[in-house]
């Protein structure tokens, strides 16, 4: 089969075009891979390799291969189940109240009332405060002799105590400053995510004679369940990898019932030096958040 001069010429320009267009494209692109692999995949893979070493903080240039020594200590050490155990509670725990908290207050925000827009505004202060300050105000708020709720329950003639110090209150009182700072985003996202929402649908729900919850139910969620997925998937990895807010408050304390793995690892690498041991908590930290997040969209997608 011939083909015709002009047909021949006009492909082999369409083929260069193309061509030139995609050694562009990867041109472009190569610098932002490039930095990718060294601030994210770099550090990624080192850890990985770490944790196959028995590799002190002090001696960091001395690297002994061990194979699965650092995971086969791990498995036998129950300080790495009560900080994996602590982990799953404050972030199942957090997550689940922010997110419904954060629903009924987008709820609420989106109610047309006088003052609302301020309303609106007010509820964000506690996101944009730092960690460091929080932990401070939670701090002054549970100090013996003059702290607000100590002063509270003394005045009722009930026990006071500092909480923090209490095996029973410090978890709760962590999760407590979870949800304060972040339920306000879920709400704002979540709020945003309604207000995209046309009002068509709700009219013609009123019309067939759908009440409030109904319309909530088959209308408002499915409509807001993509935003959901990512705010909740979000804040799973925020929180179980969160730091700040159980070292400045308790420190893994009292008697590790606040222990986490992100401060674990902490205390392996810089207090004990253990930087192969730290880094094998580090790589089962990473495995449980891709395999969460994997599941939960696979799930997500499903429904």
Request: glycine content about 6%; hydrophobic content about 55%; cysteine-free.
């Amino acid at each position: 089969m011939n083909i015709p001069m002009e047909r021949l010429s006009k492909y082999r320009r369409e083929f260069t075009s193309l061509s030139t267009e995609t050694w562009l494209g990867w041109g472009l692109l190569l610098p932002a891979a490039l930095l990718m692999f060294v601030v994210i995949f770099y550090p990624i893979l080192d850890g990985i390799v770490m944790s196959f070493q028995e590799r002190s903080f002090l001696r960091p240039d001395i690297r002994t291969f061990t194979g699965l020594g650092n995971y086969t200590a791990l498995v036998r050490d129950s300080v790495f189940w009560t900080a994996l155990w602590n982990s799953a509670v404050l972030t199942g725990v957090s997550v689940a109240l922010q997110f419904l908290l954060g629903l009924g207050l987008a709820l609420l925000l989106k109610q047309k009332v006088p003052g609302i827009s301020i309303f609106r505004s007010i509820t964000m202060i506690s996101w944009v405060l730092p960690v460091i300050v929080i932990v401070i105000i939670f701090n002054w708020l549970v100090q013996p002799g003059y702290g607000f709720v100590n002063l509270i329950l003394d005045r009722f003639g009930l026990p006071t105590n500092y909480w923090f110090s209490s095996t029973t209150w410090a978890m709760p009182l962590i999760i407590l400053m979870h949800v304060w700072k972040n339920a306000p985003f879920f709400a704002i996202a979540l709020f945003a995510s309604m207000q995209s929402i046309p009002d068509e649908l709700y009219e013609a729900a009123e019309m067939d004679g759908a009440s409030a919850v109904q319309q909530f139910r088959y209308i408002t969620l499915p409509n807001i369940s993509y935003v959901a997925m990512i705010m909740i998937v979000l804040h799973v990895l925020y929180t179980f990898n969160n730091f700040d807010f159980v070292w400045l408050s308790t420190g893994g304390g009292p008697l590790r019932t606040t222990e986490v793995l992100p401060t674990l690892v902490y205390r392996e690498a810089f207090q004990q030096y253990a930087l192969g041991y730290a880094a094998s908590i580090g790589v089962v930290m990473l495995v449980i958040m891709m395999a969460f997040t994997v599941i939960y969209v696979k799930l997500e997608d499903f429904d």
